[in-house]
């Protein structure tokens, strides 16, 4: 097994990487909280196959080079195919992404599927396309991830991602929900990973940005203003600002949930708690 990060061997992801200190400690720091993540939510199974899902977006360019680094160092034994679903929205470049996997020498699927159209066709105007977009957009991965034996789809969420999910859950939806590291899809024959769980967005950012990956921008949702997630985003972003390290306070709170110190009794037997015998004071 090769060590962890040796400076002398490199996958051709990082080739060309900057080589400051710096840059140097966040390349570490991002692949760390990958394993980490990774070993943490036990998403390891033995000669699996991972579809993992590029959007041409910093999130998924640093997904799948903290994934191959640890697959480069012996650390995460799976086969790994990178896929990307051109949905058909006018003026994609359709080939930076093909370009850029066959100069890495990463195994691909591009899939082309027009859910643009349908996202326009039936969605009233002013009102927002992620919901109906992404629910298109998982069906056809799920079915891309059958079809190349694959027993996971691998996603570029990192750590904001779920902060503002959780808040978006807490604000419009009425319960305490986010997205988890690891879930089983409703079929229950592909598991939906998401190992940049424990990463900052701004380190994916700057990541990205240093190795100048060719970003690709969503024109589709980033078109419109007004949306919940941008709404709480900015939120976080005051909390942020007047409290440094707030963000990361808050994601260890999900990590330490305590259901006997909420109000939902389907998680807790509130009935059923009783006082210990003889506490009775005379």
């Known amino acids: 097994m ?21 840059f140097k400690k966040l390349r570490k720091r991002i692949v760390r909280y990958t394993r980490e993540a990774i070993e943490q939510y036990g998403m390891i199974e033995r000669d699996a196959k991972w579809l993992v899902c590029l959007s041409g977006g910093k999130d998924s360019y640093t997904l799948l080079a903290a994934l191959y680094e640890l697959k480069w160092r012996g650390l995460l034994p799976v086969e790994l195919i990178a896929c990307n679903l051109d949905q058909g929205q006018p003026g994609f470049p359709a080939t930076v992404l093909p370009d850029f996997l066959e100069r890495m020498g990463v195994p691909h699927r591009i899939e082309y599927q027009d859910t643009y159209s349908i996202v326009m066709d039936k969605v009233p105007q002013g009102r927002t396309f992620c919901a109906l977009c992404s629910r298109l ?13 694959c027993s996971a789809v691998v ?10 999910t959780f808040f978006m859950n807490l604000f419009h939806g009425g319960r305490l ?11 229950g024959d592909l598991f939906v990973y998401r190992p ?31 949306l919940q997630r941008q709404q709480v985003k900015q939120i976080l972003d005051g909390w942020e600002k007047n409290s440094p390290g707030r963000r990361q306070v808050m994601f260890r709170a999900l990590m330490n949930a305590r259901p006997s110190h909420l ?6 037997d509130f009935a059923g708690l009783m006082r210990s015998a003889g506490t009775d004071s005379n």
């Open 137 to 149: 957009r998982r069906g056809n991965l799920y079915r891309i991830a059958r079809e190349e034996g």
């Open 196 to 226: 940049l769980a424990h990463v900052a967005e701004v380190d994916c950012e700057k990541f990205a940005k240093a190795m100048n990956y060719p970003i690709i921008p969503c024109d589709l949702c980033g078109s419109q203003d007004g």
């Open 2 to 22: 090769r060590a962890m990060l040796d400076e002398t061997e490199i996958h051709p992801l990082f080739e060309g990487a900057p080589t400051t200190t710096e």
């Open 155 to 164: 996603l570029g969420h990192h750590r904001d991602d779920i902060l503002e």
């Open 177 to 187: 929900a986010t997205m988890p590291p690891k879930l089983l899809n409703e079929e």
């Open 263 to 268: 109000l939902d009794p389907k998680l807790f």
